[in-house]
């Protein structure tokens, strides 16, 4: 893990200023003389910038995107805590962590952070672009705000906005996390009990009833209480109360509720999608009930140079970092197509 120290002011969407910013990114491979090698990779919600174990069978040696083949970089996002400026981190005004004290962010204050690290390594040009989920939001917004320096596109269980569904269910799993009587106390361990609430309102919608069924019913018909799938729930809640934080989960999902490409650019969503002219490879998962097919068919209908393919996963909105072999099979297929580094 590497580090980068901007010492500005970095002056957030909203009009508030962070009085400097701490980026923590992972490279792998080197940058080919030409420099026309760089893929980047945005990651999602509660992921880090270790691209190559969050996203294994895609990213790292002997896969499709190869550090043998590319350099291959991933930034910790704005408001995470595996690094990179957040809620947890010292405000070097009071020499105290933020906590309830950091300002709202949004994606395109990510991207801003993005761009930082870009400048600072020298980069003029990214041959991939790559993300899915909240990472796709990041790629989104990057096209737009950087089209010349942006190549091509893959985008995975995304959108261009944060749908009315969406934005329920963040809002859910803020309430879970704000019902945590130690929320907004100054302390690490603040909310984790709501986190842990709001990490299985998450889990119903990564995932499906089908996959539910199938992986998590009780054999035993008997049975009256402590359910398979209960334990499972709660499985998944400890293990993200135990590597991730209660205020930064609430801090991004309000970030996500707050992604609109057309926001600030007219309000047209259709205009600023027409706009990303870069060649884009857009997949979709059929069980997504998160971020649902839809939503990716509306993109490639008005982004002039986009390819959608439709695939098949039991894993629902999980999908796109689980089913590696194909997103290997497809990307690999339209990379081909597209073969000028």
Same mark, same amino acid.
């Given at each position: 893990m590497e580090f980068f120290e901007y010492n500005e002011p970095f002056v957030l969407e909203n009009g508030k200023t962070l009085p400097g910013l701490k980026i923590a990114y992972q490279t792998y491979g080197q940058i080919i003389?030409?420099?026309?090698?760089?893929?980047? +990779?945005?990651?999602?919600?509660?992921?880090?910038?270790?691209?190559?174990?969050?996203?294994?069978?895609?990213?790292?040696?002997?896969?499709?995107?190869?550090?043998?083949?590319?350099?291959?970089?991933c930034a910790n996002i704005l408001g995470s805590c595996y690094g990179t400026t957040g809620p947890t981190s010292i405000n070097p005004v009071t020499g105290k962590p933020y906590f309830s004290d950091f300002p709202s962010i949004t994606i395109r204050d990510m991207v801003a952070a993005h761009i930082l690290l870009r400048k600072k390594l020298g980069i003029e040009s990214i041959y991939l672009l790559m993300g899915g989920s909240m990472g796709g939001y990041q790629v989104l917004e990057w096209?737009?705000?950087?089209?010349?320096? !942006?190549?091509?596109?893959?985008?995975?269980?995304?959108?261009?906005? =944060?749908?009315?569904?969406?934005?329920?269910?963040?809002?859910?799993?803020?309430?879970?996390?704000?019902?945590?009587?130690?929320?907004? =106390?100054?302390?690490?361990?603040?909310?984790?009990?709501?986190?842990?609430?709001?990490?299985? !309102?998450?889990?119903?919608?990564?995932?499906?009833y089908g996959i539910y069924q199938e992986k998590?019913?009780?054999?035993?018909?008997?049975?009256?209480?402590?359910?398979?799938?209960?334990?499972? !729930? +709660?499985?998944?809640?400890n293990k993200l109360v135990n590597r991730f934080n209660a205020y930064s989960y609430w801090l991004l999902t309000k970030a996500m509720d707050s992604h609109h490409?057309?926001?600030?650019?007219?309000? =047209?969503?259709?205009?600023?999608?027409?706009? !990303?002219?870069?060649?884009?490879?857009?997949?979709?998962?059929?069980?997504?009930?998160?971020?649902?097919?839809? =939503?990716q068919r509306f993109m490639a209908e008005h982004m002039p140079a986009a390819q959608l393919l439709e695939i098949d996963s039991a894993y629902g909105h999980d999908g796109f970092i689980i089913e590696t072999i194909q997103l290997t099979k497809y990307l690999a297929q339209w990379l081909n197509a597209n073969p000028v580094l």
């Open positions: 003389a030409s420099g026309s090698n760089i893929i980047w +990779i945005c990651h999602a919600l509660t992921a880090n910038a270790d691209a190559a174990d969050w996203w294994k069978g895609l990213v790292g040696e002997g896969c499709l995107i190869n550090p043998n083949d590319y350099f291959i970089i096209a737009m705000m950087e089209p010349d320096r !942006i190549r091509k596109i893959f985008l995975i269980a995304t959108s261009p906005s =944060e749908s009315a569904w969406g934005v329920a269910v963040h809002t859910a799993q803020r309430l879970a996390i704000e019902a945590d009587s130690t929320w907004k =106390e100054h302390m690490l361990s603040a909310g984790s009990k709501g986190l842990k609430a709001a990490r299985a !309102i998450g889990m119903l919608t990564y995932r499906n998590q019913t009780d054999p035993d018909p008997e049975k009256i209480d402590d359910f398979k799938v209960s334990s499972y !729930i +709660i499985h998944q809640g490409l057309g926001r600030k650019r007219g309000g =047209e969503l259709i205009k600023a999608l027409e706009s !990303i002219s870069q060649p884009t490879l857009i997949i979709g998962i059929r069980s997504d009930i998160l971020c649902p097919l839809d =939503e």
